[in-house]
C-alpha cells in the first residue's frame, strides 16, 4: 500500500502529490492511509496526529474531485477524530495543543466542502464558527457572504472587519489585506460583496471606497506598497545623527 510502512513518508508523498494536482493518486493513497490507521483501535498522539492530517486531504481531495458525498463523509470523520486527537494531547502533552491546526482552519475547510456541494447554510454554520473563534477573520466573513449572496446583512461584519484588518498592501503585482493573526485576503472578491451591498449600508461604500483609494495611492506612488511594513522600518531609523555633535 504505497509504503505504508512508513506513515510519514506516506503523507509526505500525499502532499506533494496534491500540490502536483495528481488527485487520484492522492485521493487512492489517502483513503488507504486513513482506512489502515483507524482500523487501529488504540492509537497514540503520534498516529492520531497523522490520522488527522490524512483526513485533511482526503477530505479536500474528494472535493476537488467533486465526490461531494464522500467529502462530506471525510469531512465528518475529521471533526469526530480532531476532538479525539484534542482529548489524546489534553491528557497526555497539553503543551502541543498550540501546535496543531487552528480549529477555525478545519471550520472553514469543512464549510467549503459543504459549500462546493451546494449546502450553503451548512456552509454558512461552519464559516460562522471560524469567525466567532477568531474575530476579524476575514476569510471566514467572505465566505458567509458568498455562500448567503452579496446582499446579506453579514456585509457589515465584513466591512467592519476589512476596517480592522489595516491599510492595503501590494504585494507580487496584487493587493491585499492582511490582519493581525488571521489570513491575507486578495481584494477583488472583498470589493465585490462591499460594492454589492453598498446602497444598504454606509459602512460598505466607506471601506469600498478607502480600498479603491488606498490602491490608487500606491501605484501613484503616494504611499508605500506595505504602510505598515515601511512604518515598522522607519522606527528603526535613528532619530539623531550622533556625529552632528563630535
Known amino acids: 500500500m504505497f509504503g505504508m510502512s512508513d506513515p510519514n513518508q506516506t503523507l509526505s508523498q500525499m502532499i506533494r502529490y496534491f500540490e502536483e494536482q495528481r488527485y487520484e493518486m492522492v485521493e ?23 490520522l488527522v492530517k490524512g483526513l485533511r486531504i482526503l477530505t479536500e481531495v474528494l472535493s476537488q474531485r467533486k465526490k461531494h458525498k464522500l467529502a462530506i463523509k471525510a469531512a465528518s470523520v475529521l471533526q469526530r477524530e480532531r476532538k479525539k486527537l484534542e482529548k489524546i494531547l489534553l491528557q ?58 452579496h446582499a446579506t446583512k453579514r456585509s457589515k461584519t465584513l466591512a467592519k472587519d476589512t476596517e480592522i484588518a489595516g491599510p492595503v498592501i501590494l504585494e507580487n503585482g496584487q493587493y491585499w489585506l492582511k490582519p493581525e493573526g488571521n ?27 478607502r480600498i479603491r483609494q488606498e490602491c490608487s495611492d500606491i501605484s501613484e506612488g503616494i504611499t508605500a506598497a506595505n504602510v505598515r511594513l515601511q512604518s515598522a522600518m522607519d522606527t528603526l531609523k535613528p532619530k539623531h545623527d550622533y556625529y552632528e555633535y563630535s
Open 28 to 50: 487512492v493513497m489517502s483513503s488507504e492511509f486513513t482506512a489502515m490507521l483507524l482500523s487501529q483501535k488504540v492509537r497514540d498522539a503520534a498516529t492520531q496526529t497523522l
Open 183 to 209: 489570513r491575507a485576503v486578495q481584494i477583488d472578491p472583498v470589493l465585490s460583496v462591499l460594492e454589492s451591498c453598498a446602497h444598504g449600508y454606509p459602512e460598505c461604500v466607506e471601506q469600498s471606497r
Open 92 to 149: 497526555s502533552a497539553p503543551q502541543l495543543l498550540q501546535k496543531i491546526t487552528p480549529l477555525e482552519e478545519d471550520l472553514m475547510r469543512i464549510g467549503d466542502v459543504y459549500a462546493a456541494c451546494g449546502k450553503s447554510r451548512k456552509a454558512v454554520k461552519f464559516f460562522l464558527r471560524a469567525h466567532k473563534i477568531k474575530p476579524g477573520n476575514i476569510v471566514a466573513m467572505l465566505s458567509v457572504c458568498q455562500s448567503e449572496g
